[in-house]
């Protein structure tokens, strides 16, 4: 009567272990559903059209930012005294030197300090318009002068997974530039709920989005900004996953294994 009942309870008990470990396998799978990009289906979070004129705004300037502003005319003297006694075409053969001559940084006081003009607001302005402020200021003294203001030192990080900072490289870098950048994100990452940070108008916001969706092409998350942070975080409650049916049933069979293993040794006494 022992010997039976041992047996039925370690039966229940192995067919509770492979019940069990079926289900948390199941529930820990992860389906092309949770990693596949640009997707339009139930469960995706979907984004409103915005505006193409909104969508495809220019960054503007916060304090902190650098920017390389280069002048030139066909007077090289008179623009000598503006870029600190530099001739640029003294530099022709080292651009990176020449670069750190001309880069201005924004100030707390949201503007650059300018030689000659002293300080010049430009928070809240465009590169594009940072250029025309300038050349109108230098046009009385200067005719044909040229202005080229690049933002410079730019980046995003990511933290969660794939930390790292990571300079960008064009003018207009999309979310998935951004991610190609830092080598995509790994398995178990959950791309539904990924959060930026975000500074506007001087003020860091936090925001959620799906990255999966094929409708964040045409959402305010498509474009990433200077400064931003992608925040990356697991899937909620993982402990585990498998990705494929292959490691589903290698698991299957290790517990199997397990399974017969305590048996044998609860029968056997070994």
């Known amino acids: ?73 066909t007077n ?8 600190n006694g530099v001739n640029m075409a003294q530099f022709g053969m080292m651009p990176n030197f020449a670069s750190d001559l001309y880069t201005y940084t924004i100030y707390g006081d949201s503007c650059i300090d300018f030689p000659h003009l002293g300080s010049i607001k430009v928070v809240g302005l465009t590169t594009r318009e940072t250029q025309d402020l300038l050349k109108e200021k230098l046009s009385s003294s200067i005719p044909d002068i040229e202005v080229t203001v690049k933002l410079v030192g730019a980046y995003f ?60 092409i045409n959402s305010e998350f498509y474009y990433i900004q200077p400064n931003d942070i992608i925040y990356v975080p697991s899937f909620s409650g993982q402990f585990f996953a498998v990705s494929s049916f292959t490691e589903v049933l290698s698991a299957i069979t290790s517990t199997l294994s397990f399974g017969f293993l305590l048996y044998t040794y609860s029968t056997k006494g070994f």
């Open 1 to 73: 009567m022992t010997k039976r009942f041992r047996f039925i309870e370690l039966d229940t008990l192995l067919k509770t272990l492979i019940y069990l470990f079926i289900a948390t396998s199941v529930c820990s799978c992860v389906t092309p559903w949770k990693t596949n990009y640009l997707q339009k289906r139930p469960g995706v979070n979907t984004y409103t059209e915005m505006d193409s004129v909104e969508l495809f705004a220019e960054y503007r300037l916060q304090p902190s930012d650098q920017l390389s502003i280069i002048l030139s005319s």
């Open 76 to 83: 090289k003297e008179a623009v000598t005294p503006y870029t």
């Open 157 to 216: 990080a990511i933290i969660g997974h794939s930390n790292g900072i990571f300079p960008i490289s064009e003018k207009r870098m999309n979310i998935f530039q951004a991610l190609s950048v830092a080598g995509d994100l790994p398995i178990l990452a959950s791309r539904k709920h990924i959060r930026i940070l975000r500074r506007i108008d001087g003020k860091t916001t936090v925001r959620e989005f799906d990255v999966r969706s094929k409708d964040i």
